[in-house]
């Protein structure tokens, strides 16, 4: 076996042994090897994630046995076409938040390079794992991971927030447990390909035990997810830590998604027998609250961190439309505007960084305060994101909406989705006017002792602003590949099927 | 043996959450320690409970599911960091906010205040 077979455990192992080498004293000591060698690690990462991607269009699904002990006793690792688009979509955004930070906000406490290091491990190996209890270790790397960026930097609000996100999870990873543990009884394995295989064999006596475990299942990826009822927690804690935190947390929410998109949609999705769709009742109607609840809460923002993160959960509440209508063509378009949201959302975490930093004391809370030194180009790039987050042409928003409101073809469902995701976008619109009018225009007086933003900074976001075009000029690749994700992901992948690939690889 | 292991779980399950309604951090962590004991016992117990048998493959037909034991031996040092961290930060959140409140501020009393006045 040569290198290029191990790739699929790559994304998982060079974030970790970065994470491990950047704690030894030579290198915790020098802030400038810190950087050097996380932007490194970091531009490596993309590379690999583009190799596994391009693999994987020519040959199809990889699997990668640990040990080579075959599954369902060893612990696989399964890369398809929607795993790899999300390492894809995780590492650029590491690359542009490891960019961004390293303009000074790691300066602002310790360790941070290691912590987004350990972040990344556990967000890529929580998209490659392919059983359901490396997907709790994973869950649980990213979370501790996150608990310590979330307080990076220190203050009162961001301790006092970080208190309720932190037991939140804690209680999200114990009902987690108990979930597997109900699976596990029941099914006798939690391996994800076998257990979609057992899933339609139950006997009667089982399928209740099982239902509420899988229930149990979404109300934790819920959480994650910040799906309504369990959003509360989101926009307080992404609008109070950091710039470059808040924008790798962008993709945090879509691990949820992509675990419910697995779990519930795939393996407890149309084969599952009696068990068939049984998260759908529940999903449908809350994905289109949670648009609605997102958009209310937009209206109602009074800074564009807050106004950011209730744009975040509309984008949830979307994805989670796509996820309800349970068809290859609405997961296609779902996927591609998972791309677009969590990209679009990050850059402008980003861009609220440089904003905040200055405006001096308004921070970017929507009053009159004097003018920003580098008003111009801010002001041309928030109109860009505001453009792409709306979902206006020509940027990839536009598309992505597009194609989902496409994929709906029933009239008793588009009769909910039209009128929530084009009304979402129309409050987007507005709300986004104000802030744009508000922090550019009302000013009083010139400013000439706030910072300059750095070109470094200005580098990470226009990393994250040249994604939207090149998602449209490249629109037919970039939704050929979302087919191709969506129906691997809709076919599903038997444990004989898992085998046999991982003995050809 | 089921019976009284299944109402051990609930029962410590049951304090536990109650314990994490209240709002102070510190009835938080108790709370949550013992909704992760109750976990790793319900993770335990997910094989099936079985008496005087080896917990490997040794070829006979009698032997505890080994699976759920590594589960709950990643279960238990997961929770124990994630409890630690937890201790850790609310006593942060105390010397910061001046209290052990999940809000950083007592909720306004009513009684409380009438009884003072």
Not at chain 1, 178 to 189: K, N, R, S
Request: net charge neutral; charged share 10%.
């Amino acid at each position: 076996m040569g290198l290029f077979d191990h790739l699929v455990i790559f994304p998982v192992l060079i974030p970790f042994f970065v994470a491990v080498a950047l704690l030894f004293p030579s290198l915790n000591n020098s802030l400038a090897r810190q950087r050097v060698l996380t932007i490194a690690a970091s531009i490596l990462m993309v590379v690999v994630a583009f190799v596994l991607l391009f693999k994987i269009k020519d040959q199809g699904i990889q699997v990668y046995a640990l040990g080579d002990w075959s599954a369902p006793f060893g612990i696989i690792l399964v890369a398809d076409a929607f795993s790899v688009l999300m390492v894809c979509l995780s590492a650029v955004l590491g690359l542009a938040v490891t960019l961004y930070a390293s303009a000074g906000e790691d300066k602002n406490g310790a360790f941070f390079h290691p912590l987004i290091m350990f972040q990344l491990m556990g967000i890529n190996g929580a998209f490659l794992t392919g059983d359901a209890f490396n997907l709790f270790v994973f869950f649980e790397v990213l979370l501790i991971a996150s608990y310590s960026l979330m307080m990076h930097g220190g203050g009162k609000q961001r301790i006092q927030v970080n208190i309720h996100y932190v037991f939140l999870n804690l209680i999200g990873s114990s009902l987690f447990l108990f979930a597997l543990g109900t699976l596990y009884g029941t099914l006798g394995t939690l391996n994800f390909a076998d257990m979609a295989d057992r899933i339609p064999l139950l006997s009667s006596n089982e399928l209740l035990i099982t239902k509420s475990g899988a229930l149990l299942l979404l109300a934790v990826f819920g959480l994650k997810a910040a799906m309504l009822p369990l959003h509360f927690w989101l926009p307080k804690a992404y609008a109070s830590t950091s710039a470059p935190v808040a924008a790798l947390f962008a993709i945090m929410t879509k691990v949820g998604i992509y675990s419910i998109w697995r779990v519930h949609g795939v393996m407890f999705g149309d084969q599952a027998g009696e068990l068939a769709n049984i998260a759908l009742p529940w999903l449908w109607p809350i994905a289109l609250l949670t648009i609605a609840i997102g958009a209310v809460s937009v209206l109602a923002s009074k800074s564009l961190r807050v106004l950011c993160s209730n744009l975040v959960i509309v984008s949830v509440g979307t994805l989670l439309v796509t996820i309800s209508l349970n068809t290859v063509q609405a997961a296609a378009a779902g996927i591609y505007y998972l791309l677009h949201s969590t990209v679009a959302c990050a850059a402008m975490f980003l861009l609220a960084g440089v904003i905040q930093q200055q405006r001096g004391k308004a921070e970017d809370r929507f009053v009159t305060t004097r003018t920003m030194p580098q008003a111009g180009i801010l002001g041309f790039i928030f109109i860009l994101l505001a453009i792409g987050l709306i979902g206006m042409p020509p940027l990839s928003g536009f598309v992505g909406k597009a194609l989902i409101l496409q994929s709906v073809t029933k009239a008793s469902q588009a009769v909910w989705v039209w009128p929530l995701i084009l009304g979402a976008g129309l409050i987007a619109l507005i709300a986004l006017s104000r802030a744009g009018t508000a922090l550019f225009w009302r000013t009083n007086g010139e400013n000439n002792t706030a910072l300059q933003g750095q070109p470094v900074q200005y580098l990470a976001i226009g990393l994250l602003v040249g994604i939207l075009p090149l998602m449209v000029i490249f629109g037919g690749a970039v939704s050929d590949f979302a087919q191709l994700a969506a129906e691997q992901l809709k076919a599903g992948l038997s444990l004989q099927q898992l085998n046999e690939v991982a003995n050809n690889g | 043996m089921e019976l009284v292991y299944a109402v051990c779980v609930g029962f410590m399950s049951a304090c536990g959450i109650f314990l994490m309604l209240r709002g102070h951090t510190f009835t938080l962590v108790i709370g949550l320690t013992l909704l992760s004991y109750a976990v790793n016992l319900f993770l335990f117990a997910s094989g099936g409970l079985t008496i005087g048998a080896p917990a490997v493959l040794n070829g006979s037909e009698n032997y505890a599911d080994p699976l759920p034991q590594a589960l709950v031996l990643t279960a238990i040092v997961i929770g124990f960091a994630m409890t630690a961290f937890a201790v850790i930060l609310a006593m942060r959140g105390r010397s910061d906010m001046g209290n052990d409140h999940v809000d950083g501020t007592e909720p306004f009393d009513r009684l409380a205040a009438e009884e003072k006045s």
